[in-house]
């Protein structure tokens, strides 16, 4: 058998109380090598196209990957997947922090969890075995409370992830989090809400277990030399964060800006920006397992009226989200924001965009204050930011409705609101503009979760990083249409890998490319993976993830993007007048994926990438 894999993946169901430990077999580490690759296989395979995600019998999966815990730097991650209640298609969501690992210390390299308790439990997993606790007492509390309650019943370094109240009131944005204050998230596609609806409030995990390496030496060896690279290439980042970009997001067009209307907000951008952060609140830095970077903030501030913050500080996507889509520029209020999305356990990008599509709603008279309790949702208005993020941090009032996504929310409010809901395939958009990177438009229109700069990362290679492996040794140019459907998809296949290894993507900016990737899992696992084989099950996996979209309903008529961002050029700043050439892109990547005009691998495609002899078929 492989290094790299405890060999076993824990199954419960809540509604029977009962436990067993199900084989991972050899073939499916090399076919799906774990994490959301290995996700997807399972989830489709146990849930039919009609399922419900909030059903007892909707399977929620925790996964690591064959890298996760040992010395390859930044492993230490694990995949969340289940159908998400937020876009009821394919969902999941990656986390970082200590939870994976210390799970495969406990000797499992993953749980899926079925069924629903009669009353709210915790899972504590642990070498001696697995208990289903109950967890009456902690229901309502958030995630923080949450975290170190169970820690306190089970071992003092157990790590937790956990829910806050808006997973257990089944809020569509609800993440779950891991690490405490620390505050490591799964956060997109509601996952959240499908732990709290099977009465899941945390899963624990402890053990002292390693997972078998092949060649350690080889694995020492490899990593040794590559470590101080990833380090002198990463000192932007340790010192600020993905902060730190902010600012350049706003010059290059890029940064939301008053729910993606306009293009420049150059002293905004510098008041929220890593920079800022670092001369006031910031107070530490946080690094996941096996981290040699440590992008994660941690921050205090201590004066009102937003004191009060202790613990992991905003990074990009939030500072964005919160921030500048809203055109709040008060670095306090966006802190104090991100800490109640992580106590109350939402994800802080769905969230902020819908706190932008509500002001945009109230200035055009679609929402008045009747509608709000009294808040007056004016842009850059930071009180009401926050009263919102508790609003629907509790599904309370407007946040009733807000926390059911935008595109649910538009479609409830009607008129013009479906015109400034900005989503794609009801996945609101991360803080990164198709107007400024040209790949971002058929990546965003494309990804199995819906609109994610991270399950393609297209957009860095448009803007710096460069990957000779990919057969791109120099960066490309970020407007241009030609190539870009093809760059999509080759970087799609490698975030599978990523996602499935589970690495921190964030490792590509310490220069690190695909043939590392595959001597580190040769290393760790025995085997003899090439470059072009290892590539190969990345597109394997995502045509799988496609293909369980497929099973639900989606085509071509899905990989759309809001017309706001197709039409509505940003006129100033550095994306100007630049519109997304999304057709040309689109046919392009469908050509090169092998797909059929209306988006859907066929038998051909299956059958060279092995899934038709794995049995898969629509």
């Not at 009456?136 to 975290?147: A, I, P, S, Y």
């Not at 350690?216 to 990593?223: G, Q, S, T």
């Not at 802080?348 to 945009?360: D, H, L, P, Q």
């Not at 990737?517 to 993830?545: C, F, I, P």
Request: contains cysteine.
């Amino acid at each position: 058998m492989s290094g790299g894999y405890m060999g076993k993946i824990l199954r419960v169901d809540l509604t029977e109380g009962k436990m067993a430990d199900v084989t991972l077999s050899e073939a499916d580490r090399r076919q799906y090598l774990g994490g959301s690759g290995l996700g997807a296989k399972l989830l489709f395979a146990s849930t039919a196209a009609a399922a419900d995600p909030l059903a007892p019998d909707s399977p929620l999966l925790f996964l690591t990957g064959p890298l996760t815990g040992t010395k390859v730097p930044l492993s230490g991650r694990h995949a969340v997947v289940a159908k998400s209640p937020l876009t009821g298609i394919w969902g999941e969501a990656d986390s970082g922090g200590t939870w994976g690992v210390k799970l495969k210390r406990a000797g499992y390299d993953g749980i899926i969890i079925t069924g629903k308790a009669a009353a709210p439990v915790y899972l504590w997993v642990h070498e001696a075995g697995v208990e289903i606790r109950p967890a009456v007492h902690l229901w309502g509390k958030d995630t923080f409370e949450t975290d170190e309650a169970v820690i306190g019943e089970t071992h003092k370094d157990a790590a937790v992830a956990c829910i806050g109240p808006a997973g257990e009131k089944l809020v569509l944005l609800a993440a779950i989090m891991n690490d405490g204050k620390d505050a490591r998230a799964a956060g997109r596609c509601g996952l959240g809400a499908v732990m709290g609806a099977k009465n899941l409030k945390a899963v624990a995990v402890h053990g002292t277990l390693r997972p078998p390496v092949a060649d350690p030496e080889r694995l020492d060896a490899l990593v040794k030399q590559v470590v101080p690279q990833i380090v002198e290439k990463t000192r932007a980042f340790r010192q600020y964060g993905t902060s730190g970009g902010l600012m350049l997001a706003e010059k290059m067009g890029d940064l939301p800006i008053k729910n993606w209307r306009i293009g420049v907000w150059e002293k905004g951008a510098e008041k929220i920006s890593g920079q800022t952060m670092a001369e006031t609140i910031l107070t530490g830095n946080y690094h996941c397992y096996g981290c040699v970077i440590g992008c994660g903030r941690v921050a205090k501030q201590y004066f009102p009226p937003f004191a009060g913050v202790d613990g992991g500080g905003p990074e990009y996507e939030t500072l964005g989200m919160l921030g500048s889509a809203g055109l709040v520029d008060n670095l306090e209020a966006v802190a104090k924001a991100n800490e109640l999305c992580n106590r109350y356990g939402i994800d802080t990008i769905s969230t902020g965009s819908a706190v932008a599509f509500a002001m945009e709603a109230y200035e055009r008279g679609i929402i008045d204050e009747q509608d709000t309790g009294g808040l007056k949702l004016e842009w850059g208005n930071g009180e009401a930011m926050l009263r919102l993020v508790e609003l629907i941090g509790r599904r309370e009032g407007i946040g009733a409705l807000l926390g059911q996504g935008t595109r649910r929310a538009a479609a409830e409010l009607g008129g013009l609101a479906p015109e400034f809901a900005i989503h794609v395939k009801g996945l609101d958009f991360p803080a990164h503009d198709p107007r400024a990177y040209s790949s971002l438009a058929v990546g965003y229109a494309t990804s199995n979760r819906g609109a994610c700069h991270l399950q393609g990362f297209s957009y860095a290679f448009e803007r710096g990083l460069k990957s000779p492996d990919l057969g791109y040794p120099e960066p490309l140019d970020r407007f241009t249409v030609e190539g870009k459907g093809v760059l999509a998809a080759k970087t799609q296949d490698l975030m599978c890998l990523f996602d499935s290894l589970k690495l921190c993507k964030f490792i590509l900016n310490g220069g690190i490319d695909v043939h590392d990737m595959s001597d580190w899992l040769n290393a760790v696992t025995g085997w003899d993976t090439t470059v072009q084989e290892l590539l190969q099950t990345g597109e394997r996996l995502y045509n799988l993830k496609r293909l369980y979209n497929v099973r639900c309903g989606v085509s071509r008529k899905d990989d759309v993007l809001p017309m706001r961002i197709l039409t509505h050029p940003r006129r100033e700043g550095g994306a100007g007048e630049h519109l997304p050439a999304l057709g040309p892109m689109l046919n392009e990547y469908y050509r090169y994926r092998g797909w059929s005009e209306e988006g859907i691998p066929g038998q051909k495609k299956l059958a060279e990438l092995g899934l038709a002899e794995a049995g898969v078929s629509l």
